[in-house]
């Protein structure tokens, strides 16, 4: 008996998994320095999500995407989801089959019988009562839905709101360092137009002031919109977790304003029907409750005490014997008061979170959809205020060609021209952040453009991200988030 017990433990043993220390990386720059945005693995990716190409400059979407494959805090989401996926297997695990030796020597023989030795082995099973092996194992799947969907969350903050709203504004402030650029220079040609004139007696020495003091206050606002590039770019980077010389030339390019042209005809309760459908931070918060709920099913299991059989045989002096005992350990405690009443409260807690955010969701699709419609009226002000002052410029270089008027007139009426686009442009980078607003905060993208990926994606993004980064440093293979799953889970 002793040999098959024996036996059985090293037959046992050779199932089990070895431990591989793991340390962390020293810390280098190379990972960071080396990220760059013509990366081949990021344009495949960029293909499988229907991104279209960048050799004309990169949308908000495009970058979007290129956040979620290099962010590192979307790798430390998707270990979590790994954490999420093992615990399933430690939730189904049934409690060990326990067994158990034991060799005695008696002082003498008793009568009757041959020898003093008595040899006995005994198992143990226990059986768990009240369900409660179901429900952990409900609420581990809860738990790693909840975790799927904070993996969604977290991409969806980091892509389509942080890293497409970096763009958008970078794109406006490109612009507007064009602007600003092509207003100066337009001013500082006034200015040499007034100044003869004021040669020629036509005009006072004031108006030769104001023109060259507004050349001179364009000249500033060239500089601060260079600078406003400068910080715009900065933003992007630390959007996309990439250096700033990846992004710093970077071109960039529009995305038409599918959303809010949407938003001008929809009502309040489709976008808000549709905000709720979609949204994973409410799903995140729905599959929390899931988990709570769980958790109570588990505390109400905990009530019943679990049934233990063992049978065994014995060899006792030389009589063979069968043995069957029962248990109930923990029959006589408390029935779990305490934690089911907090695991009740828990729940509740979790139902009104979900109520709260349902309320912050429609409260700001209803203000991105005012925002968007506003936007958009704006836009079309300032398209006809560009089309009133190229007409005025076209009748003042006619009035020049016939000799009605002089160049200066024709400087004015292009300086008009020139602020109306710029206000123009500005109108359109507003538009823009609304329209990325609105489809941050209904959770998706329209249809026909790029696709946002599924948990399933990110998770594979993630580990074949986190796998390049640990080809790229094999001495310290394995510590940048290695996926070394159990078999249960493949």
């Avoid at 290099?70 to 297997?89: S, Y």
């Avoid at 060609?401 to 200066?408: H, L, Q, S, V």
């Amino acid at each position: 008996m002793a040999a098959l017990l024996l036996s059985t433990t090293v037959v046992s043993c050779g199932r089990f998994q070895s431990y591989s220390p793991a340390p962390v990386a020293e810390p280098s720059l190379n990972g960071f320095v080396q990220r760059r945005l013509d990366d081949p693995a990021l344009a495949q990716f960029l293909t499988a999500q229907n991104a279209g190409a960048t050799a004309t400059g990169w949308s908000p979407q495009q970058l979007a995407l290129a956040a979620l494959y290099f962010h590192p805090a979307l790798r430390e989401q998707a270990a979590a989801v790994d954490v999420a996926r093992a615990a399933e297997v430690t939730a189904g695990t049934p409690p060990p089959l326990t067994l158990s030796a034991e060799v005695s020597r008696a002082a003498r023989v008793d009568e009757g019988k041959s020898t003093p030795w008595s040899i006995s082995l005994l198992a143990g099973l226990t059986f768990e009562m009240g369900g409660k092996r179901a429900a952990r194992r409900a609420r581990a799947r809860a738990f790693t839905l909840a975790s799927m969907l904070r993996l969604q969350a977290a991409g969806w903050q980091l892509g389509a709101v942080d890293a497409a709203r970096a763009a958008v504004r970078a794109l406006g402030a490109d612009r507007a360092l064009a602007d600003a650029d092509s207003e100066h220079t337009a001013l500082a040609e006034l200015a040499t137009l007034v100044r003869a004139r004021y040669g020629e007696g036509q005009v006072t020495l004031a108006d030769v002031a104001q023109a060259e003091t507004e050349a001179q206050r364009a000249l500033v606002t060239a500089a601060e919109a260079r600078r406003a590039r400068t910080t715009a770019r900065l933003a992007l980077a630390r959007a996309l977790a990439v250096p700033l010389r990846a992004v710093d030339t970077l071109p960039l390019r529009a995305d038409t304003g599918r959303a809010c042209t949407a938003a001008a005809p929809a009502s309040f309760d489709s976008l808000g029907t549709l905000a709720l459908r979609q949204r994973y931070d409410l799903g995140e918060a729905l599959a929390d409750y899931a988990v709570a709920e769980g958790d109570l099913r588990v505390e109400i299991a905990r009530q019943y005490p679990d049934l233990t059989i063992g049978p065994g045989i014995a060899w006792d002096q030389g009589v063979a014997r069968w043995m069957l005992s029962l248990a109930t350990p923990g029959i006589l405690r408390k029935v779990n008061r305490g934690p089911i009443a907090e695991s009740r409260a828990r729940r509740v807690a979790e139902a009104r979170r979900v109520a709260t955010i349902q309320d912050s969701v429609l409260v700001a699709v209803d203000s991105a959809a005012a925002v968007c419609r506003d936007a958009s009226r704006e836009a079309e002000a300032t398209a006809a205020l560009v089309e009133a002052s190229t007409r005025s410029l076209a009748l003042a270089q006619g009035a020049y060609a016939r000799g009605e008027t002089g160049a200066t007139e024709v400087a004015f009426a292009r300086v008009a021209v020139l602020r109306a686009v710029r206000a123009q442009h500005a109108a359109a980078e507003r538009a823009l952040e609304a329209a990325t607003a609105l489809e941050s905060v209904l959770g998706a993208w329209p249809s026909g453009g790029p696709r946002w990926p599924g948990p399933t994606e990110l998770t594979d993004l993630t580990t074949a991200v986190t796998t390049a980064d640990t080809a790229d440093t094999a001495d310290t293979a394995g510590t940048h988030g290695g996926r070394d799953r159990p078999e249960e889970m493949k």
